[in-house]
């Protein structure tokens, strides 16, 4: 099969195209044909292998996993004796190692059916962003209904996830972007848009409940002063790999003697939060934005995109699918159907759901 092949830590230089064996399905596994898969600043960070205590995990001379990738859409192809949930031919999105190739295989608790709704590039957005967003809100958040919440870099794969979950738990929402992108934050339902390049939120006179910061071009106290007495900072940017390793442990060491600091802690693998957030979708409370479509053998350009830090939404490479020209995310999307029923009985797992 095609596939994407990282055998050394560097620049976008080191994927290489090329063809490996297909993977092998375990008792509990499930095969799955890739129809697309999205690209995140994780997999820049892991791609260049730094901040280098990284590689204790993910290799230390080398990538532990030779094809990159995690987030990703696609059909059954096959499903291991054990499984009993998932079976050939359902259209199902998740995660696995290896997504930037045409099969893909994990465990059957990593993927759930694919919304109707949804094409496969969107399917394969709702993964690692989405449920970033969706923990940093609810589980170090605790985001309630009436609340003011303001999301720093609103316009990228976390932060459009991020507005849509926090409007779906009943917050009212201000987005901070630049001039560009300020239309497409209100179409998936911002209350408020700050542009930063007119205006700085932390010197204004608005004071929020919860800021999510996913930029980091204020400092922790900067960023503080937007906050109402009782409100919580959640610092989850920083610049390059090594910037945000070091914005992270210094939010952690701030959250021990700051009443206003919460330290980011999410944990992807969950697939409680997955079926989370398919409800929040077939409820029309999140729709996944495209930034571009990629092909297979462009994924070092996708990846390029994403280490910009100036995607809208999310990027994403199709694989078993006709080429598609690259297009950009446009200025909105069409705006989240939210019938009251469906969004209070979406609303209830994120209430409910332990952290992952």
Not at 62 to 83: E, L, N
């Amino acid at each position: 099969m095609r596939a994407i092949i990282q055998e050394k830590y560097g620049s976008t230089a080191v994927l290489q195209a090329g063809v490996i064996e297909k993977p092998v399905v375990g008792d509990t596994d499930v095969l799955v044909r890739v129809e697309a898969a999205s690209v995140h600043v994780g997999d820049w960070i892991l791609m260049t292998g730094r901040p280098y205590v990284m590689r204790m995990a993910t290799g230390i001379r080398k990538p532990r996993v030779a094809v990159p990738g995690t987030d990703v859409s696609g059909i059954v192809d096959a499903v291991g004796k054990d499984v009993r949930r998932l079976r050939t031919g359902d259209a199902v999105f998740g995660w696995c190692e290896g997504a930037f190739a045409e099969y893909a295989v994990a465990g059957e608790e990593q993927f759930v059916t694919k919304p109707a709704s949804l094409t496969f590039e969107q399917a394969a957005a709702v993964g690692v962003s989405a449920t970033t967003a969706l923990q940093l809100l609810r589980d170090n958040g605790k985001v309630e209904a009436g609340q003011k919440v303001l999301i720093n870099g609103a316009s990228g794969g976390v932060g459009t996830f991020a507005v849509q979950i926090a409007k779906a738990m009943g917050a009212e929402v201000t987005a901070v972007c630049s001039t560009k992108n300020v239309d497409l934050v209100r179409s998936i339902g911002a209350d408020h848009v700050v542009d930063y390049t007119r205006e700085d939120f932390t010197k204004g006179q608005n004071t929020y409940d919860l800021i999510l910061d996913n930029v980091g071009n204020h400092s922790m106290a900067q960023t503080r002063r937007a906050l109402a007495p009782t409100g919580t900072l959640i610092s989850n940017g920083g610049g390059h790999a090594d910037g945000k390793l070091g914005r992270t442990l210094r939010t952690m060491l701030a959250s021990m003697v700051v009443r206003q600091q919460a330290a980011p802690s999410v944990k992807t693998q969950n697939a409680a939060d997955l079926v989370a957030l398919k409800e929040l979708v077939e409820a029309g409370s999140i729709t996944p934005v495209i930034d571009g479509t990629y092909a297979l053998n462009e994924t070092a350009a996708a990846i390029r995109r994403v280490a910009t830090g100036h995607a809208r939404g999310t990027v994403v490479i199709t694989v078993n699918q006709q080429r598609k020209p690259v297009t950009e995310a446009p200025d909105s999307v069409p705006p989240p159907a939210r019938p009251p029923r469906l969004i209070d009985a979406a609303v209830a797992p994120l209430a409910a759901s332990p952290p992952a």
